[in-house]
């Protein structure tokens, strides 16, 4: 099954708390998990992504932490700010007819208010 | 370092007529991916290139989508007869590793 399920859909978070995004998937033929911030008007940006020997990964505010046992990932986002107000949308990568190739969730709307 | 570059930017067609969009990657990728955004069924893969070659279109709606890559440095997508469903924001990706994809700005479409 190639499908990678985001939630929420849409999150409001106050200047300073901490955003999470929670993805999950049935494939273990995933082999990376990339996670996408998308402002209106651009194209998606790479942001963080982790493979699945790892529990943890940090980079600045941002941390992806991941649970393969339960085949599940979330993106957390520490003192959130109002430029971090955008679409976030995880990803999982597989190898298909040789190549890789990145499945989608669906995204979350992220607003951090001030 | 320039980015993934598309064109154009935004386009505005009539139901019928033929619309191509472009693309040109990143440098010294070797992977190249068509996707198409709207609100209803998010971010859809189209098709994708390595080392120019079509590997897999199953993504592409219709028959009336068709892309190609004639070289490293440039790619079509082309819808002929464009619908209104059509109307979308579509992107090409590049990547050398085929895992770090780098997106274009898009290309908003609207078909009347």
């Known amino acids: 099954q190639q499908q990678v399920k985001q939630s929420p859909q849409s999150l409001i978070v106050q200047k300073g708390g901490i955003s999470i995004i929670n993805c999950a998937y049935e494939n273990t033929a995933f082999d990376y998990f990339p996670w996408y911030q998308q402002f209106p008007g651009k194209g998606p940006a790479l942001l963080i992504a982790i493979r699945p020997d790892v529990s943890e990964k940090k980079e600045g505010r941002f941390t992806i932490s991941f649970n393969k046992s339960a085949k599940q990932f979330s993106l957390h986002i520490m003192d959130s700010q109002p430029g971090d107000s955008a679409t976030y949308f995880c990803?999982?990568?597989?190898?298909?007819?040789?190549?890789?190739?990145?499945?989608f969730g669906t995204g979350t709307r992220l607003l951090v208010s001030p | 370092d320039a980015g993934v570059i598309q064109s154009p930017r935004h386009e505005v067609t009539e139901m019928g007529q033929e619309v191509t969009l472009r693309c040109k990657p990143i440098?010294?990728?070797?992977?190249l991916f068509w996707y198409r955004q709207t609100m209803m069924r998010g971010l859809e893969l189209l098709i994708y290139f390595n080392n120019n070659v079509p590997i897999d279109d199953s993504g592409m709606p219709e028959d009336r989508f068709s892309a190609k890559m004639p070289n490293a440095s440039f790619s079509t997508l082309k819808i002929q007869p464009s619908e209104p469903r059509d109307s979308a924001v579509y992107f090409c990706a590049s990547s050398e590793t085929g895992y770090e994809q780098y997106f274009g700005p898009g290309t908003r479409l609207t078909v009347t």
């Open positions: 440098s010294g990728h070797n992977s």
């Open positions: 990803a999982a990568s597989i190898r298909d007819t040789g190549f890789q190739k990145l499945v």
